[in-house]
């Protein structure tokens, strides 16, 4: 056991007013326009420069959680294509809240998402990641997508520190928050846990379907 776990030298407050500075910032439309501009972005070769970025846009889903996907992780429920993103053996979450099924929105699906899953299953086979060529290191399979992206940043102009991967996830709440999500839809598609004791303990999961049309 390491003596100091859990220990910290903040008060309360502190510790809030750290974290806030700390922050991720969004991306404003700007930067958007800048990183999926068609002519540079269509060219990326790697399909994790390509697919990451945009699952990441339309998920919110921390790139970590992206590069360990599995194909059997892509599936259908009901009339809606899904991501598991949940804690295995062979996969993992921050905490149990980031464990969630993130129905994909239609523009992605528009972009050929479930031909490339189709192409990956037809050359790497049914058990495979949706990304199979990654190498799991002690940052799981994060790493070279991650490096990608900030490469990619960097090009397109946004060298703003606080502007990374993780930004899309407060680009997508705000976002949400704007369009009037409800809260509890919010923390179930960022995978953030529950504040409101109500809907931890009674409310339940949204369906798919509601998450979707929200």
Known sequence: PIPTKGITPYKRGEKKRSARDKSYLPFDESELNAIFEPSRFNALTKPHEYWVPILGLFTGARIDELAQLRLKDVRTEGEYTVLEISHTDETSTKNVASERTTP??????????????????????????????????????????????????????VKD???????????????????GVPEQARNELLGHAHDSTNVVHYAGRLKPERLYSE
């Open 161 to 179: 520190g606080r502007k990374v991967f993780h930004s899309f996830r407060s680009t997508l709440n705000n976002e949400l928050t704007k369009a």
């Open 104 to 157: 994909l929105h239609r523009d992605v699906l528009a972009l050929g998402f479930l031909e490339y899953v189709a192409d990956v299953k037809k050359v790497a086979g049914a058990k495979a990641r949706l990304f199979p060529y990654l190498l799991e290191t002690v940052h799981g399979f994060a790493d070279v997508p991650s490096e990608a992206f900030a490469r990619h940043l960097k090009a397109v102009g």
